[in-house]
């Protein structure tokens, strides 16, 4: 089977819902991350992607109730709820104004007590201070959520956050869109049509977006070759999406924290079936965060082209019982690629070059070697 999906990667051939369960089941690991890397490759030689970013979660207040968040409070009163007051969101950013990030990714609860201004004077708020910087901001389950609660369309939501500074989405809240699962582990919440139709709204204005995937609980295989097919099938229509960024299920403190966290060996896995199933998304994304900076490292062999940025600051996973750091250094993160045997290059959130950084002689390892051996000469 393997062989005949080959074939038709390399003829640039459409691979289907079999091929997809069939690299999925396939036993030859490295031989799927081979024949992703090969796609890979083709579409980005060596470079690998990063940004200078933060995440501002200005509020964990949430209407629904996923079973995988650890992160959400139902109610504002309750312990460990917290809404940041406008002035401290930004001053997240103006803290980091000496050495600024190009981006802020905001996610947030779905807070039924706030006013729709509080979101559009956020956005202001952080254009004011630093008018270049690029906002991702509000999931397509936020954007719904908007809409539902202050009776809007989702275009009307998505021009009114534009005109305050809104510049793409990201893509959270994707979970898996199967019916089924989507109802059991996240039932209040955008279905997956509302979801893609949000996005579908935002690539008619012309605005880019993300769309993620969480696995590794109580999906299947089947939901997961689901999942990517809509996304595929929405670019194909529509062409707004930048990356796809499956999301390794962390289970600590939600209600699916009896469930095994995937190894290292699915999260390899799934990355590979996606970049080879996505033929039409330029960007697969290994989100450090997620996977840990030593398995996203390894997964820039295995089809992935993006690492996502310095970050700082995020708590989603930190709920979750993630054992990767809260933040990685510019230089740490140039470290990670070149020591994969890649070409770092620095990206604003829409890919634009900012800087390309030369690729590592040899491994550092080797390096270090070659050093200490010129010292002792
Ligand atoms: O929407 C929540 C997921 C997402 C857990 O667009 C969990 O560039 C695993 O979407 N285990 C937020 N995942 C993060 C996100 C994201 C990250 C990086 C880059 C981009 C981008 C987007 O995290 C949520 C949800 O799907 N999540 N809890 C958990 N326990």
């Not at 459409?14 to 890397?37: H, I």
């Amino acid at each position: 089977m393997l062989d005949t999906i080959r074939q038709k990667v390399r003829a640039g051939e459409r691979l289907t819902f079999d091929d997809g369960m069939a690299l999925f089941l396939e036993p030859d690991l490295l031989a799927v991350g081979q024949l992703a890397n090969e796609v890979r490759e083709k579409k980005h030689g060596d470079r690998t992607y990063f940004n200078r970013n933060m995440r501002v979660e200005v509020t964990n207040v949430c209407v629904a109730s996923c079973l995988f968040c650890s992160f959400a409070k139902l109610e504002a009163h309750m312990p460990g709820a917290h809404t940041m007051t406008l002035e401290e969101a930004w001053h997240e950013l103006e803290v980091r104004m000496d050495d600024p990030p190009t981006e802020v990714h905001v996610v947030n609860g779905l807070h039924p007590g706030l006013p729709f201004s509080y979101y559009e004077d956020l956005l202001k708020g952080f254009k004011r201070i630093k008018p270049d910087v690029h906002l991702k901001c509000f999931t397509g389950v936020e954007i719904h959520f908007f809409a539902q609660h202050y009776g809007m369309s989702y275009r009307e939501v998505l021009e009114r956050l534009r005109a305050a500074g809104l510049d793409s989405l990201p893509g959270g809240g994707a979970e898996i869109f199967d019916e089924d699962v989507r109802s059991r582990i996240s039932a209040d919440k955008a279905t997956a049509k509302e979801y893609l139709e949000v996005h579908r709204v935002a690539h008619a204005m012309g605005m880019r977006t993300n769309i993620t995937m969480l696995y590794g609980h109580i999906e299947t295989f089947a939901h997961r070759v689901d999942h990517i097919l809509r996304v595929r099938e929405l670019q194909d229509e529509t062409n707004g999406l930048q990356a796809f960024i499956p999301l390794a299920f962390h289970p600590d403190g939600n209600g699916m924290k009896n469930l095994p966290a995937p190894t290292a060996v699915d999260d390899l896995r799934t990355l590979a079936v996606s970049r080879l199933m996505l033929d039409n998304v330029d960007h697969i994304k290994a989100y450090w965060v997620s996977l840990t900076p030593d398995v996203a490292q390894i997964a820039l062999r295995f089809g992935a082209d993006d690492i996502d940025g310095t970050i700082v600051h995020e708590t989603i996973y930190k709920a979750a019982g993630t054992r990767s750091p809260g933040a990685l250094g510019y230089n740490e993160l140039v470290r990670l690629i070149r020591e994969a045997g890649r070409i770092p290059v620095e990206r604003d959130t829409l890919y634009n070059v900012v800087r390309e950084h030369p690729r590592a002689e040899a491994p550092e390892a080797a390096m270090k070697v070659k050093e200490r051996n010129k010292r002792l000469a």
